[in-house]
């Protein structure tokens, strides 16, 4: 059974980046590596209806932080099959966003902590009810706000159909979610985590060593 290593972090922190760098490196030292990335945006339902109404598109529906974690919970679910099969397939399995981003996106929405009561409603619904594989390592990219948000910036002037939604656009909600990440990361929450400085560089050969010992 292969390992469920997942890259988080805030918009624009380099999630991307890393996880093309961390596939490469683990590559080449001999691993069999596959990647996912959610939301699934062009691949699930629920994840298209997510990304219309973060674009408000379907009415007052990404007011609701229930209904809307509710709905990439979903994208999730539906890609259980494909994750065990890849698991049971390849030695790791990397994955771009994963409950954590539910998780701290939303108590970040409700002015809550890493404590309060979303966050384990997100883990009753994700993990207990829809029996998502739970990771082995979680990589969390530290970055400040403002460097993410230049970079969100950024990404949206020079790549077509990249444009922000109502979450990346939030300076305030990229914060607070920031800090709610590090707390999942100090509590070991579902697994493990490293904390990576996504300002600076990111020795990813020494990570894909750590990831395969």
């Known amino acids: 059974m292969g390992r469920l290593v997942v890259v988080e972090g805030l918009d624009g922190a380099g999630k991307r980046t890393l996880t093309d760098a961390l596939s490469a490196a683990l590559g080449a030292a001999g691993a069999r590596v596959t990647r996912f990335g959610f939301?699934?945006?062009?691949?699930?339902?629920?994840?298209?209806?997510?990304r219309d109404a973060l674009h408000?598109?379907?009415?007052?529906?990404?007011?609701?932080?229930?209904?809307?974690?509710?709905?990439?919970?979903?994208?999730?679910?539906?890609?259980?099959?494909?994750?065990?099969?890849a698991l049971a397939g390849h030695d790791v399995v990397l994955v771009d966003r994963y409950v954590a981003?539910?998780?701290?996106?939303?108590?970040?929405?409700?002015?809550?902590?890493?404590?309060?009561?979303f966050v384990?409603?997100?883990c009753m619904l994700e993990i207990e009810r829809f029996t998502l594989p739970v990771p082995d390592r979680q990589?969390?990219?530290?970055?400040?706000q403002a460097v993410a948000a230049r970079r969100a910036?950024?990404?949206e002037?020079?790549?077509?159909?990249r444009e922000r939604d109502a979450f990346e656009s939030d300076a305030g909600l990229q914060q607070r979610t920031g800090a709610v990440y590090a707390q999942l990361a100090s509590?070991?929450?579902?697994?493990?985590?490293?904390?990576?400085?996504?300002?600076?560089?990111?020795?990813?050969?020494?990570?894909?060593?750590?990831?395969?010992a």
Do not use: I
């Open 56 to 85: 408000g598109r379907l009415g007052d529906l990404a007011g609701s932080v229930h209904g809307m974690a509710v709905l990439f919970a979903l994208d999730r679910r539906a890609a259980v099959p494909r994750l065990c099969s």
């Open 153 to 155: 910036a950024h990404r």
């Open 157 to 161: 002037s020079t790549e077509p159909g």
């Open 101 to 117: 981003s539910n998780a701290a996106y939303g108590a970040a929405r409700l002015h809550q902590d890493a404590a309060g009561e």
């Open 39 to 50: 939301p699934r945006y062009e691949d699930d339902v629920h994840a298209e209806l997510a």
């Open 139 to 144: 990589l969390l990219l530290d970055v400040p």
């Open 120 to 122: 384990r409603w997100v």
């Open 187 to 212: 509590l070991s929450w579902l697994s493990p985590w490293t904390v990576l400085d996504g300002a600076g560089e990111v020795d990813v050969e020494a990570l894909a060593g750590v990831l395969m």
